[in-house]
């Protein structure tokens, strides 16, 4: 099952981006969902992620009070609001799915199914 991200782009700092993924049909419809970013040169990091009725939540530290994760289970998509952008927050965005406990510490074997990736570009 291939997942579609879109919604990334060239944003100046300070300015906002929402990040989409949408799954085909009802698959995936209530597995948790998370995203992930991956910069030039570094790892692939946990940004956030929620669970399938989205009453649990939980952000990497760089993104609290900056990002929201919320999803819509109708439209079988899970959204990234990304506010006070930061040339630090450039990166390719994955968004995942799958059955895991929504936790601190999320990794990405914790998630089966993965989409291609959306680019953030934040100029300074």
């Known amino acids: 099952v291939q997942l579609q991200a879109c919604g990334g782009g060239l944003v100046q700092a300070g300015g906002s981006l929402r990040l989409f993924c949408a799954a085909p049909?009802?698959?995936?419809?209530?597995?948790?969902k998370g995203w992930f970013r991956q910069a030039p040169g570094k790892e692939r990091e946990f940004v956030a992620a929620?669970?399938?009725?989205?009453?649990?939540?939980v952000y990497a530290d760089s993104v609290k009070g900056r990002f929201t994760i919320s999803r819509d289970n109708a439209k079988n998509t899970v959204f990234l609001q990304m506010n006070s952008l930061k040339p630090e927050d450039t990166a390719v965005y994955y968004c995942?799915?799958?059955?895991?406990?929504?936790?601190?510490?999320?990794?990405?074997?914790?998630?089966?199914?993965w989409g291609h990736g959306t680019l953030v570009t934040v100029s300074s």
């Open positions: 049909g009802r698959t995936l419809s209530l597995n948790e």
């Open positions: 995942a799915a799958g059955r895991t406990r929504i936790r601190v510490g999320l990794r990405d074997s914790d998630f089966n199914y």
């Open positions: 929620i669970n399938w009725n989205g009453d649990n939540i």
